[in-house]
């Protein structure tokens, strides 16, 4: 399961782009939502997006189906919906593994 | 979309900014987000989504093409669960 572990929040990587790119903090934070925005964007209009050596993210479209309350037994219908998932790159993967 | 079609568009979007940077404002961010996460930290994004690490078991595999059996060791993997603001994008034109 997920460990419990500290969070990195959107303050922080605009303080590394800052300090990378040398931006003000406040240009910084506008130019990662505006980084996050497009991601989304393009995912909305269905699109996949490849960000090379991090991975991929794809939108999948699945079919309705019968669910069931777990609590009732009632069975439900589960409407059509699209999902989005992550693709983590071998790169990416070996990183987290501590592998170069 | 691709990398490259990222960093043109937000090259566009800043016509104050050299091409060169917003290359690296994008490599940046993917970048720290990977090294966060090889630290076993999660990166939160609200609005956007969670990245974290999990991991897994060592188990016992099969090669498929032998059909021989493998020990495959425990490992963590990069994991990314959408941010309710963007399944809710995903899916607002029904």
């Known amino acids: 399961m997920e460990e419990v572990s500290r969070n990195v929040t959107r303050a922080e990587l605009a303080e590394a782009v800052y300090h990378e790119v040398g931006l003000s903090s406040s240009e910084s934070a506008k130019l990662l939502d505006q980084v996050l925005e497009e991601v989304s964007k393009a995912l909305e209009r269905g699109e996949t997006v490849k960000l090379s050596s991090f991975g991929t993210f794809s939108v999948r479209s699945k079919k309705q189906r019968i669910g069931r309350n777990p609590k009732t037994g009632v069975e439900v219908p589960i409407t059509p919906r699209r999902i989005l998932s992550f693709h983590p790159s071998q790169i990416l993967k070996k990183q987290v593994n501590g592998e170069k | ?94």
Do not use: W
């Open chain 2, 1 to 94: 979309m691709t990398k490259s079609e990222l960093i043109a568009r937000i090259a566009a979007l800043n016509p104050h900014l050299y091409q060169a940077d917003a290359e690296k404002i994008v490599t940046t961010i993917f970048d720290e987000i990977g090294s966060a996460l090889s630290e076993g930290l999660r990166v939160e994004l609200r609005g956007f989504g969670v990245f974290c690490v999990r991991n897994r078991n060592a188990r016992a595999g099969r090669n498929p093409r032998t059909g021989e059996q493998v020990s495959v060791s425990a490992k963590k993997v990069p994991f990314f669960k959408a941010g309710k603001k963007l399944k809710d994008r995903l899916n607002a034109n029904d």
